[in-house]
């Protein structure tokens, strides 16, 4: 079985860079591989700080032999009045290799078959490899010595082997070769036979290139070091990505901080371990320690120096934090808040006091329509921002909310207060937590919808790969919010008062609400767009304000979703959608005339149409008569011919279509669902 390996060792890669550069380099030799029509059962792909390799596995040793047919001239050009090949034909055999006899004519022209050989894959390889490497993308990229080229740090070897082959290609004058490197602190150079021995010769040389096993074997020892000191550790999805990714060859030191430093909020003692200085913090019984864990990326027995070089950086981060606190609480948060008019929020809206004045506002509004606790609501809307001008979160910024809600605590600011000043931030990002209390449910809404208008009222555009003050992230904050906790909340009259508080004059309120309202409505198909097909939501959502009503629209979906399902839905679908087409070009409908029936399959379908009354039904209700109307529509259409000669009676017989259509309209716009 064939195997090709790629190693491009270099200095240092930043570790955000890595993941992004494995996918790019599985995703462009697939793509290569592919348009050069070579073979192959799959492509791995492994990386450390220093180092990305791929081995592609069972891969063809060369391209098939191919036989193609190639179109000639035309027979009238191709010969000439005595039937003989002329210089066109003659030259179109020459330039495609092969002898005249071989030439054929058909549909009035001639035609050749063309023989091609597949080539060498390792001929191949030297031509696209290079193109591979220097096609990939990041931030951050660099030129190193006199060279042209760029990459995200200087390459310093290259191994490129096709079973025991080398496959020889040279970039930023490295020759591709068989040495690969082991550790920094281990063997310098390692001698690759073949792409079977690749990790483990590595391994032997103190390097584990598998992430998935590095990122295992972090685990295995972190935790086995915690339990030797009766610790407990929670690692971090993100922290453990990290370190992953910075280490080739991780081994667990166990460090610690004075305890005085476990008076400062754990979340600050956390971060600092965490965020800034990628340790894993130790827990005992649910309490922080005073004990840490680095992974050294070091392959000798001395770690003095290591554990003693960490807990100096960390204790000079942790008395900063200290100082910070003693210092931010001579005084109750609310203190901070007149600082609050010293703060820029967005040149030409105000400082982030009178942000939080907006807040007020709307969070008011919010609720009194949900007979939520106005005292605490309003209390946690005035603080929500105070602790953005207090030291402690100027120097630890990812930390707002958090700060406040301890700082608030410590104020003698009761338990919702507190927390609803930290969970009105919530949620942090797609797959983190939304707000539990109603306060920083009720504040974080009314946080986020002003920031959403305020960036759409400054004219700034959100695409791809801009999105000012995350908008995108706090519409879906929003969304989230309100429909996982079943709020009544009306979105669309809260952006007419965000639109209405900004202090900016604007000249089209219309336009600029339009521009919100489609914009949650885009973020809305996204957010449901795993759980609901996107049919069924275009359906539901369909010249109605669901914005209005987020409840109503999710007990729709819910209800579309059960109809499609069904075995009858076909017979239902094509009935409704039969009016739908009818009608859809008709602008004006008055009242139905049952007078002028004439046919006993008009008034069937008019007695029981009318009989629905879709304002007094639940939709499940509304579904069963729906259902139940169906072979009457299908009988309708059957026996009656809408476009009558008469015009009154088709008038009548579209009013009456009409007049059904809006009994199913009530529940979705079924004309938007693939049957």
Not at 287 to 309: C, E, P, Q, R, V
Not at 557 to 582: C, D, M, T, W
Request: hydrophobic residues 40%; charged residues 30%; aromatic residues 10%.
């Amino acid at each position: 079985m064939n195997k090709y390996l790629l190693e491009i060792g270099t200095e240092e890669l930043a570790y955000k860079f890595i993941p992004s550069a494995m996918e790019q380099l599985k995703t462009e030799f697939s793509k290569y591989l592919e348009e050069n029509k070579i073979k192959y059962n799959e492509i791995k792909v492994y990386a450390t700080p220093r180092r990305l390799a791929v081995i592609i596995e069972n891969i063809q040793d060369k391209q098939d032999d191919v036989t193609k047919t190639i179109k000639g001239p035309i027979a009238t050009i191709a010969y000439d009045e005595n039937g003989n090949l002329t210089k066109a034909a003659l030259g179109f055999a020459n330039k495609n290799n092969i002898s005249s006899d071989k030439l054929y004519k058909e549909d009035n022209y001639i035609w050749a078959k063309v023989e091609q050989k597949g080539l060498d894959t390792k001929e191949v390889l030297k031509t696209i490899v290079p193109e591979i490497i220097l096609k990939l993308k990041g931030t951050h990229f660099m030129r190193w010595a006199d060279l042209d080229i760029k990459f995200q740090r200087p390459i310093r070897w290259i191994v490129s082997l096709f079973n025991d082959d080398i496959v020889e290609f040279e970039i930023a004058n490295i020759k591709a070769s068989n040495i690969s490197r082991g550790h920094r602190f281990s063997q310098t150079e390692v001698e690759i036979k073949s792409p079977d021995e690749y990790l483990s010769k590595l391994e032997k040389a103190n390097v584990i290139a598998d992430p998935v096993i590095r990122k295992g074997t972090i685990v295995k020892l972190a935790t086995e070091k915690a339990q030797e000191i009766g610790a407990d550790i929670v690692i971090d999805k993100n922290l453990l990505d990290e370190v992953t990714f910075i280490t080739e060859w991780p081994i667990p030191v166990i460090c610690s901080f004075e305890e005085k430093y476990l008076q400062i909020p754990e979340k600050v003692a956390v971060t600092v371990m965490a965020v800034h200085q990628r340790y894993f913090p130790l827990y005992k019984d649910g309490k922080l320690l005073n004990k840490f864990i680095t992974m050294s990326n070091y392959t000798g027995d001395f770690f003095d120096n290591i554990k003693a070089g960490n807990e100096r950086v960390v204790k000079a981060r942790l008395e900063d934090a200290i100082f910070f606190v003693e210092e931010d609480t001579q005084k109750p948060l609310i203190a901070y808040l007149d600082d609050l008019k010293g703060v820029t929020f967005q040149k030409g809206f105000g400082s982030v006091y009178d942000k939080t004045q907006r807040i007020c506002t709307l969070s008011k509004n919010i609720a009194k329509n949900l007979n939520a606790p106005m005292d605490s609501v309003e209390r946690t809307a005035l603080l929500c921002k105070t602790d953005l001008v207090t030291k402690l979160v100027f120097e630890f910024t990812e930390l707002q909310g958090y700060i406040g809600a301890d700082y608030a605590q410590r104020s003698g600011e009761i338990e919702e207060v507190c927390k609803g000043i930290m969970e009105h931030y919530f949620p942090l990002n797609a797959d983190s937590d939304i707000a539990q209390g109603i306060e920083g449910q009720i504040v974080g809404i009314a946080d986020k919808i002003d920031t959403i208008v305020t960036v759409f009222a400054d004219g700034k555009k959100i695409s791809g790969s801009q999105d000012p003050l995350g908008v995108r992230r706090a519409t879906l904050g929003i969304l989230k919010t309100v429909i996982n906790n079943n709020l009544d909340v009306n979105i669309t009259e809260l952006i007419k008062q965000a639109i209405n508080l900004m202090p900016v004059q604007i000249e089209d309120k219309n336009k600029l609400f339009d521009n919100i309202k489609e914009f949650f409505e885009q973020r809305l198909i996204v957010f449901l767009n795993d759980k609901y097909k996107h049919d069924v939501l275009e359906s539901c959502i369909s010249d109605k304000d669901v914005l209005a009503d987020l409840k109503d629209f999710i007990t729709r979906l819910n209800i579309v979703s059960g109809i499609i399902r069904k075995a009858n839905y076909p017979q239902f679908h094509e009935g409704i959608n039969r009016i739908i087409r009818i009608i859809k070009n008709e602008k004006d409908f008055s009242q139905v005339n049952p007078d002028i029936f004439n046919t006993s399959e008009e008034k069937e379908l008019w007695i029981c149409t009318k009989n629905i009354d879709e304002n007094n039904l639940t939709y499940i209700q509304l579904e069963e008569k729906l259902t139940n109307l169906t072979p009457f529509i299908s009988e309708f259409f059957e026996k009656v011919l809408v476009m009558d000669k008469d015009e009154k009676i088709k008038q009548n017989r579209i009013n009456l279509l009409n007049f059904v259509k809006s009994k199913f309209a009530k529940i979705a716009d079924f004309s938007k669902i693939v049957c």
